[in-house]
């Protein structure tokens, strides 16, 4: 079935440094594929999509492109702040599948002044 | 513009007790809801979708159900909570045609 990995965390850096998380997907066809952001106690935020392949996703200084080729959609971002301190879920979304979000198991990235 | 609320946002319950959680949904007609359980520490685990009044998809066998008693409402119950059902429930709505989930603030319940 579809499934998405993402890369372990913690992950903790120091301010202004640069970021990657990685996220993977397997599908039977081309999904959308999303990052969401979830800040301390709140829900997820949409952060970013592409809907096809070599499209680009971007937002408050992050970016993601996907990647047909190696199956992938990493995030980065060339400065982080402490203020971007949350967990990270990828997703994606197959319309001609059971049409329901499929989530990474979430990445928590934690950013030291 | 849509607004998704979910309450109440903090609950303390006793195992064996009845669970309750309510999901609405305004600016928004025919939404497409869904309950999400987001252990410590863990990613997403979708409980329960519908697609409309009275439509009602379960994703995991569990000791939970869920109701669509109107619209724009969701509702998630459990008649006997277990230990195992604390967490984060998330709850979330898109748009028949689109496939952009949009989440409310969610409850964080703890068993006792």
């Known amino acids: 079935g579809d499934s998405v990995t993402q890369m372990e965390g913690p992950v903790t850096l120091s301010e202004e440094a640069f970021l990657t998380i990685n996220c993977t997907y397997t599908a039977t066809g081309y999904p959308s594929l999303f990052w969401y952001v979830q800040y301390p106690g709140e829900g997820l935020q949409l952060l970013l999509k592409a809907t096809k392949a070599d499209d680009k996703g971007s937002n408050k200084g992050f970016e993601a492109t996907y990647r047909k080729e190696t199956t992938s959609f990493h995030l980065e971002k060339g400065s982080v702040q402490v203020s971007d301190s949350a967990v990270y879920f990828c997703?994606?979304?197959?319309?001609?599948?059971?049409?329901?979000?499929?989530f990474g198991q979430g990445t928590r990235l934690t950013i030291n002044p | 513009s849509q607004t998704i609320h979910q309450w109440p946002a903090t609950l303390v319950q006793p195992v064996g007790s009845p669970l309750s959680l309510e999901c609405t949904v305004e600016g928004t007609s025919n939404p497409n809801l869904y309950w999400y359980r987001q252990a410590a520490g863990r990613g997403l685990q979708l409980l329960f979708y519908s697609v409309g009044i009275g439509q009602i998809s379960s994703e995991v066998p569990q000791n939970l159900s869920a109701s669509r008693p109107q619209d724009r409402q969701f509702i998630l119950s459990s008649k006997k909570l277990l230990l195992s059902d604390s967490g984060f429930y998330l709850c979330?709505?898109?748009?028949?045609?689109?496939?952009?989930?949009?989440f409310g603030p969610g409850t964080r319940l703890t068993v006792t």
């Open positions: 979330a709505w898109s748009m028949d045609t689109s496939y952009e989930q949009y």
């Open positions: 997703a994606s979304y197959l319309i001609q599948g059971a049409q329901k979000l499929v």
